[in-house]
């Protein structure tokens, strides 16, 4: 019965977007396929125009069904080592966000419990780590992916480098909360019990911060696949699915582009549900309620 009642919006919410997914579709697609009616001498005709709009070779707005197509026709019809199916794809941009979301989540941890260990970082590093933000990864991806070229760093890295800045800020700045998350009365009570500080952060401040880590695990999650996509996209990339896209947007090919951005959402939404997954399970084995 639970299951049943969280069930019922989420469906809702589906089919109230995929209605206005369709009405998009038509009232987009109206005018071309009315000015190609006209051309081909046909007679207005209402329901055949919207049946056309919806079936467009080159649609400004594929139908969701003409996305669900594509995506089937290139990941069940072809192998996944074709360089035409979207599962090898999905793998190059999976790879490199997997790879820069452990180095983003690796640094931001890091920089966090040195900022909380010594007061003097989150008074000149914490400023600089703000600001970082302020630069857009579109301008920034170009810049790093030439700079590590010049070194003789390519393919992976450069990519996984742009997607561990997008994970490095949200776990540095949660996971410094978290660490600083208990009150002054806990901390002086683990010193009335001599307790080194080594003993403080795995028995008091760790446990504190799990929840403000996995909030932000979930966050940087997707920003290492927008991070991986985008660094694709200044290289003029062979395989993943900014490659997709870019393939897409040079011949016109919007129902790919659609597919390629259904697969990323998938593959964020996919890393958001493990990373809940695992939240629940630590959180029961450390007592807690989900």
């Not at 008091?204 to 927008?226: E, N, Y």
Request: glycine share 6%.
């Amino acid at each position: 019965m639970r299951g049943s009642s969280t069930l019922l919006p989420v469906l809702v919410v589906v089919a109230a977007l995929t209605a206005l997914w369709y009405a998009g579709a038509v009232a987009l697609n109206w005018q071309v396929v009315s000015d190609a009616r006209a051309r081909a001498d046909l007679p207005p005709d209402t329901w055949q125009t919207v049946a056309a709009t919806l079936s467009h070779n080159r649609p400004l707005l594929p139908a969701p069904h003409q996305v669900v197509q594509e995506i089937w026709r290139s990941t069940a019809t072809l192998p996944v080592t074709s360089r035409r199916s979207l599962v090898h794809h999905a793998w190059v941009t999976l790879s490199a966000a997997l790879a820069g979301f452990a180095l983003g989540v690796l640094t931001g941890v890091l920089a966090a419990v040195a900022i909380v260990h010594l007061r003097v970082l989150e008074r000149s590093l914490m400023p600089w780590i703000i600001a970082s933000q302020a630069i857009p990864v579109l301008a920034l991806a170009p810049i790093v992916i030439v700079a590590l070229g010049t070194l003789g760093l390519e393919g992976l890295l450069p990519k996984a480098v742009i997607a561990a800045y997008l994970c490095f800020f949200p776990v540095a700045i949660a996971v410094t909360k978290g660490l600083n998350a208990p009150d002054l009365l806990a901390r002086d009570l683990m010193r009335t019990y001599s307790a080194t500080p080594a003993h403080v952060f795995w028995k008091l401040r760790l446990p504190a911060s799990l929840p403000f880590l996995f909030a932000s695990l979930k966050i940087a999650a997707a920003g290492a696949v927008v991070g991986a996509i985008v660094a694709e996209l200044p290289t003029g990339a062979q395989a993943g699915l900014g490659a997709r896209l870019l393939a897409g947007s040079y011949f016109g090919q919007t129902i790919q582009i659609w597919a390629a951005l259904v697969a990323a959402a998938v593959l964020s939404a996919s890393l958001v549900g493990l990373l809940a997954a695992a939240e629940r399970l630590v959180a029961r084995r450390m007592g807690m309620h989900a």
